[in-house]
């Protein structure tokens, strides 16, 4: 499938200004991965479509299924405007699969749950390629890098200035994929370029307390590996700043702008709960009779 390649702004309070200008190239490649499903649909004999926040991934003449946990779009005070524009593309789909729980003891907030949107959604629980394990501790600290740029890169020389001053053992994963992975080693801090899903996978269960942006994904991640975590936003990107903001409140998980971060900020960890993982239960056989 052909890349979005959505990238952020340097500033914060562009980052709307960018999604629009960018609106033409992102138009272009939904109409190309329509093409390629086509193709795919007509010469694979395929009967049944699950996309993954794609917008063109879907076909009329068969069962085609939308994932996302944003049925409301933040984007300030244009929300109204980008959750209705989200919700008539995925009105195209036979249904909405969210990876969240019903009720009101949920991860995605707002974002996942709107009484009054009449679609046909299902939702999941958290979807987590990990599975949480004993294991001895290896980390006091487990920084997990990721995100478009620059802001990764800016999240990157922010931290590793804060660290120097850090008295644990820490590992800074920094989310750049090469063809190659690179170690390197300090007095406490063992970096790596990027890590495969297992080593992150025993670097997260191995680790006390992690670092990272409030994705969504990475949220899943800690509630089934019931870790703690510091929450550090991309700027202007409203989701991450909305989830980041709710498990504060709720003494789950403490936040801060990613200009604003400093190191004694980890102190004051014990105060949260961490997150706790809810046990789900779906049937997949009724799940996947729409096929």
């Known amino acids: 499938m052909p890349s979005y390649n959505i990238t952020y702004s340097k500033k914060a309070n562009s980052f709307k200004f960018k999604l629009i200008k960018d609106s033409p190239s992102l138009l272009k490649t939904i109409k190309r991965e329509k093409k390629v499903t086509e193709s795919l649909v007509r010469t694979e004999n395929i009967s049944g479509i699950i996309s993954d926040n794609r917008f063109g991934v879907r076909d009329r003449h068969i069962p085609s299924v939308f994932i996302t946990h944003q049925l409301r779009v933040l984007s300030g005070n244009t929300t109204w405007l980008s959750s209705k524009l989200h919700q008539k593309i995925i009105s195209k789909f036979d249904e909405c699969w969210v990876p969240d729980h019903i009720g009101i ?126 929450l550090i936003p991309t700027p202007g990107q409203f989701e991450q700043e909305y989830l980041a903001k709710r498990f504060e409140k709720e003494q789950i998980a403490p936040t801060c702008k990613q200009k604003d971060f400093k190191i004694e900020m980890l102190n004051n960890i014990e105060n949260y709960t961490g997150f706790k993982y809810l046990q789900y239960d779906l049937n997949y056989k009724n799940l996947f009779r729409l096929f």
Do not use: W
Not at 117 to 126: E, F, I, N, T, W
Not at 155 to 180: M, P, R, T
Not at 183 to 203: C, D, G, H, R, V
């Open 105 to 230: 003891k949920n991860l995605s907030g707002d974002l996942g749950h709107i009484k009054t949107y009449q679609s046909s959604v299902k939702y999941l629980g958290p979807l987590s390629r990990f599975n949480k394990q004993k294991k001895d501790k290896k980390y006091d600290l487990l920084v997990v890098l990721s995100g478009p740029e620059p802001q990764r890169t800016y999240l990157e020389i922010k931290l590793l200035k804060e660290l120097e001053s850090y008295n644990g053992n820490a590992c800074f994963v920094k989310g750049v994929i090469e063809k190659e992975q690179y170690k390197a080693e300090t007095n406490t801090i063992t970096s790596y370029n990027f890590m495969t899903s297992e080593e992150l996978e025993n670097a997260l269960n191995e680790s006390d307390l992690v670092i990272s942006r409030s994705g969504y994904t990475s949220i899943m991640d800690y509630a089934k590996l019931e870790k703690k975590a510091f």
